[in-house]
Structures are given as C-alpha cells and as structure tokens.
C-alpha cells in the first residue's frame, strides 16, 4: 500500500510542486490550503508524515501540530517555514515537530528528508511522559487512565485526556481558554467556556485533596488556567 501525506501549505504553486513530486516517489498525497482543512483530514484518515506550513490561514501550523499531538504522539511532522528564526525552530520541535525546513529549499532535500522521517516514524512521545504523578494518583497516558494507591482505576473520556495532556504539556503556563477550545475540541463548532469550566471541576474532584482551593489545576480569571506540580 502507498504511503499516505498530509500536505497543507497555502502557496497554490509551492502546494502544488510538492505533491506532484511527493506523488511521483509513489506517495497518495491529501493536498489542503489551510489549517483547519488539515486538521480536519487528519481526524477523518490515516497518515504515514505530515508536513505543515507554518504560517497557515484559519488556524496555523503550530496549533494544528499541537493538537495533532494531543491524539497521536507517533505520526512524523515536517514543519515548511518562510522563518529562519532560532525562536520558531525550537516552538515547532518543543510542540513535537520531527523536523524543519525552511524555505526556499531544495526539493531534493524534501524528499530525502520527507523519506527518513518515514523511515523512523516509530518514535515515542515527544512532550509528555508516559505517567505523571498528580497528587496521590498516577495519569497513565498509554492507557488513559488514572491509577489510585488501592490499585482502582477511573478511565478517562477522550476529551478529559486531551485536556489533561495539554495542560500537562503546558506545565506552569496559562493556557487560554481560547486556544483550549480551538486545540482540544479543533475545527468544529466551539463548546462553550463553561463546558471547560466543567471539566477542570472534573479534574479537581479526581485529584485535589480540596477542590474548593485547589493546588493543582488553577484558574487565572479571565484568561484560562494553570496546571502546576
């Protein structure tokens, strides 16, 4: 069977140069302009690489990476960036990017690269662990769900592990409660703020000795919340 891309790049001529030579090393290459089209492909087929322009229409690369990476920790990602900056390069790998090309560059180099990344595209998680210690329970991020001391378990919805893996991946930062719901629920019809709302009550009764004054899942009012260990 061939190989399955994901292209999104918004450049109609540089899009279309691409696929033509990804096709003609025998790739089947999804060709898209935008982010939210790329993400959307991503959740409805199966793909062996990504490659993402950075600077996507609708929703840029940077965000479609990341929350491709909220749902699967093992598909390679190329970044393609018009930015040479040391600043980029590092957010696009700390996301968990496998790799950056900066352009104009040499197609030959694409393939070749694009060709490697297939070759080592068993790789394991890139920002967060496999468990973390939360408090007395233990998040285990394979099986998504969280272990307690007397050996139970509560199995996490898919969303719960979404959100949690974010704020995990974002330790100790603030996560708006606009880039939660454009990363965690994508391109479709945004929930509203109270539904994440509800979902941090969730996560305090899982894990806070006292949810009334929580120590680990923080709110910043009026602009979204903290997970802190």
Same mark, same amino acid.
């Given at each position: 069977?061939?190989?399955?891309?994901?292209?999104? &790049?918004? &450049?109609p001529s540089l899009n279309e140069t691409i696929r033509l030579n990804l096709e003609l090393e025998g790739y089947k290459v999804s060709a898209v302009a935008d982010g939210k089209s790329a993400l959307k492909n991503f959740k409805s087929e199966r793909f062996n690489l990504v490659i993402l322009d950075v600077m996507l229409p609708e929703m840029d690369g940077f965000t479609v990476c990341e929350s491709i990476r909220l749902e699967n920790d093992t598909v390679p990602i190329l970044f393609l960036t018009a930015k040479n900056s040391g600043a980029d390069r590092v957010a696009g790998l700390k996301l968990g990017a496998d790799d950056y090309l900066t352009k104009p560059f040499n197609l030959e180099e694409l393939l070749l690269r694009v060709q490697n990344l297939l070759k080592r595209s068993v790789k394991t998680v890139v920002n967060t662990p496999s468990s973390v210690k939360i408090g007395d329970k233990t998040v285990d991020f394979v099986s998504q769900e969280i272990r307690l001391n007397d050996g139970s378990k509560i199995q996490l919805t898919k969303k719960e592990f979404m959100l949690l893996k974010l704020l995990v991946d974002r330790k100790n930062e603030v996560v708006s409660r606009e880039h939660i719901l454009e990363t965690v629920w994508g391109y479709d019809v945004y929930p509203s703020t109270r539904t994440i709302d509800n979902f941090i009550v969730t996560f305090r009764k899982y894990f806070e000795t006292d949810p009334s004054n929580p120590a680990y899942f923080l709110s910043v009012r009026g602009i979204g919340y903290k997970y802190v260990n």
């Open positions: 069977m061939k190989q399955r891309i994901l292209l999104a &790049e918004d &450049e």
